[in-house]
């Protein structure tokens, strides 16, 4: 990977997206593991229907308790093999009794030979990791030399981590760009108070983006809640600021707050999963791991603050996104006017990295079968 | 008629479907009569707004007690008829006080001098049987000529009858496949227990179609509803089973249950009525009707047990055929994979007596007309 | 101005429409003044946001109590300046604190040199009068030379003035025809008695309609409303009727009653504004002014009464217009077919005054601008 750039360099010019494709309509790339549940999400012996970019999906939790992933079709009359019944390591349509096995194979028609078994569904690469199923909705030959992400801290003992699915109505790419731009602590005022951000450093390669904050307080006080976050009881001079790092690597995200001594106090993995065909709303995946102090426990009873901190600005921003969606989809185009270059270079890269156009699918090829 | 077919021979290949339209986009012909309201919905004096695949119809029961259809809207300023007031034989738009017979035919305007009266707006042949409204909407001069359905043992006294009516969110070729095909009745299991069906016959013929059915119970017991619809106390054995007939002849659909004695047990009379342009919400019109036991008075006690067993036959039917159009809706195509020769008969059949395209009314030729 | 025209004289001849263009299709003309609000929906150091026929326009009322009008969009990402913060004589956007000043120039942006601000976001000419917001949405240069409407009676004390702003679901043309003819009495036959209007004359020049009525009764009675509205207290006869002048100058509309002593009674000013881009949807901003009768306090006592009454009249008329919106929506054109000369000609004025097509707004041209 290439690095380049830092605060003090070049400027991305808008000039140089004019004959570029709308970023609002660049699909998301098939060719990684997105997760598409909370684990908890899929229970033993159940299934349960999702989406990715319009495809249905569904997991299934056979009785082994593995998940497997296959189209949310019945090959037979297309209804939602989600409503079915998970019946041993398999999963039968509620409709006529079609079965399928982990494969996508129909293994029963219980009204037809088995000698005369038509085709099935397609299934998807699935795995589990972290609290998270994963599926590999891309080019299938791909996945095993694909790996899943690093979820960061959350498999350490001396962090404690929140799993959150949350869906907004917006193309992912608003959601990247929400996260990186720190200079949107405006909006957050009121949780937060009046804040600044500084960028004290930028870099990129290929297929990801970084940038480092730092947070200036306008006036003295500071909210009890980032308190509580950044785990320091005493105020932050121009000397012993945290930092903050943000990157996007396609397709993943990451939020780090390192203290002074450069310990990583907050540590958040965040993915934005397409759920309908035109990428209009996206369902956020996210895990935050907080450093707990050397009084574990302090942490535990914190806890149900930080909850409610971060849905507050989880919603702000949400809302925000949505508002940005709205905008564009009335505009008709892209009439972003976007000054800050971290964020021009976030575009390019969304754009660079995307999928080429929106995928179709099609049924898998199924010769003419008969019975009676 | 041409007959053919039993169940020991021919196969349709799903690749003879290849070249025909999509069966999900075959509008339902409209040279037919079609029930539009139970008569009990059309009250005297009262005028009532109907759709017939997205044709605004108001039925008018004038004061003498007939009903007669017109196009809903009035030839003013297009707002429907059916808020209209009911005067005499006639109806008046309830805006500016237009005044229509039963023909159409524009008969009062109260600022404009008879003499000068415009046009009217469109009649349909309209005519009452057995508690159902029937309006035949295609080709008036074909009205005549067309007999109106026969409704089953509707009149017979030794039948209990009841009507429903019900609104589905899906295209009617769904509901003559759902009915047909008894291989579904795993969705029924939690109502109807494990049965399994066996086709033992099947004819067809230029525009119908008629399948016979044994149904075997997989496990001993015999729900309550069941033994309630057949008026059998007995188990059946091999020897005795009931057989069930069911017969597609467009566009009415009839399902028959005759006991070891040929006896008519139940007997359904059925069709699909579509509502709007696309055709995909549907006004199901049903007649079912029950041959009394010995002692009479025993159907009346069991009837609410009756209603409550075929509205939830009905309810898990019409969510497996809503699904069905939602895959269609979500697919831009008919993936069905039919295995079954009956219900591809079925298709042929309905693709074969469908209508040509979709029916756009237009306004009849409305010389100017001025007045002060 | 030409005039022409009387109840005697010409057949305004449907034949005459057929080239014309859909009158539900002709934008309003933007080269005139409309309210976008009453006065006391825009707080002091709020703003509110509204449309012009799909264009998001931000109403701010700065600290000085002055109000201003912008596009309603940040030129950064695009979200809605309404949800912004008033600051002293600016708005600020909320997500990253861009702010603007009363004529749309970026006077801010937290993090960058001013030195390299872009440029804003347009502004309306605005002004207020009688306790409405009025914006001018077409070409700014016009807005000086074309004069803000006279409300009528508004000012005078002898009068009562009503003010009010409804949403309406239909194309403005709808809510102009309607007001003007008024043989439409037999919709509010429940509220007014039956009663005939008889048309004694009218007139039009390039830019105008007017029509006057007498109403007469088919009953005796009077309904206390219409009694209170006149200030009459005693039957009108042949030779001491109301005359009720109703008149469409573009894009205004005023309805007035003169008792045969030619004393103004009842005074109307309306119109009607498109709200979304298709104008489909409307709100009509009304001011009606009741002539106060000697013993003044008579009219307060009967307002609510009054108020009650012309909800009750709005109601059914709203009613009317909607359905006849969804009637051209179903029927995609204008079957109208008008037979009373007064609306033809209101119907030839507003195809005649209205805009050329639909407006798109376009970004200000903005170039490049970056920062760190």
């Known amino acids: 990977m290439q690095e380049s750039g830092s605060s003090e360099c070049s400027v991305v010019r808008a000039v140089s997206e004019a004959p570029v494709r709308d970023l609002r309509r660049v699909p998301i790339h098939p060719d990684h593991w997105y997760p598409l549940a909370l684990s908890r999400e899929v229970k033993r012996g159940c299934a349960h229907g999702v989406r990715f970019a319009g495809e249905p999906v569904v997991l299934v939790r056979a009785a082994s308790g593995t998940v497997f992933a296959l189209e949310d079709r019945c090959a037979h009359r297309q209804i939602p093999l989600h409503d079915g019944v998970v019946d041993g390591e398999t999963i039968r349509c509620c409709y006529h009794g079609w079965t399928y096995d982990c494969s996508g194979q129909c293994v029963n028609i219980p009204y037809l030979g088995r000698e005369r078994l038509p085709n099935g569904v397609r299934a998807y690469p699935c795995r589990e990791l972290d609290g998270l199923v994963f599926v590999f909705p891309g080019n299938p030959a791909l996945a095993e030399s694909t790996p899943l992400p690093s979820l960061g801290s959350v498999a350490s003992d001396a962090y404690k981590t929140r799993r959150y699915a949350r869906e907004v109505a917006c193309h992912y790419s608003f959601m990247h760009e929400n996260l990186m731009d720190m200079n949107h602590q405006f909006l957050h005022r009121r949780v937060m108070g009046q804040m600044t951000a500084h960028t004290i450093g930028r870099r990129h390669g290929d297929d990801w983006v970084e940038v480092d904050y730092k947070l200036a307080r306008e006036t003295g006080r500071r909210p009890l809640g980032e308190a509580v976050v950044l785990g320091a009881a005493t105020e ?130 199924t010769p003419a079968a008969s019975a009676d």
């Open 236 to 365: 932050p001079t121009e000397t012993n600021e945290d930092v903050m790092t943000i990157r996007t690597s396609y397709p993943y995200q990451t939020l780090q707050i390192r203290n002074p001594d450069a310990t990583l106090m907050l540590d958040l993995w965040a993915v934005y999963v397409p759920l309908d065909r035109e990428q209009r709303r996206t369902r956020a995946y996210g895990l935050v791991s907080i450093r707990r102090p050397r009084t574990r426990v302090l942490l535990d009873i914190v806890w149900p603050l930080l909850i409610w901190f971060t849905e507050r600005i989880f919603k702000e921003d949400r809302w925000a996104v949505e508002r940005e969606q709205e905008a564009h989809d009335a505009q008709g185009g892209d009439w972003n006017h976007e000054v800050f270059p971290v964020i021009n270079e976030l575009r390019e890269l969304l754009r660079r990295c995307g999928g080429s156009s929106a995928r179709r699918v099609i049924p898998l090829d």
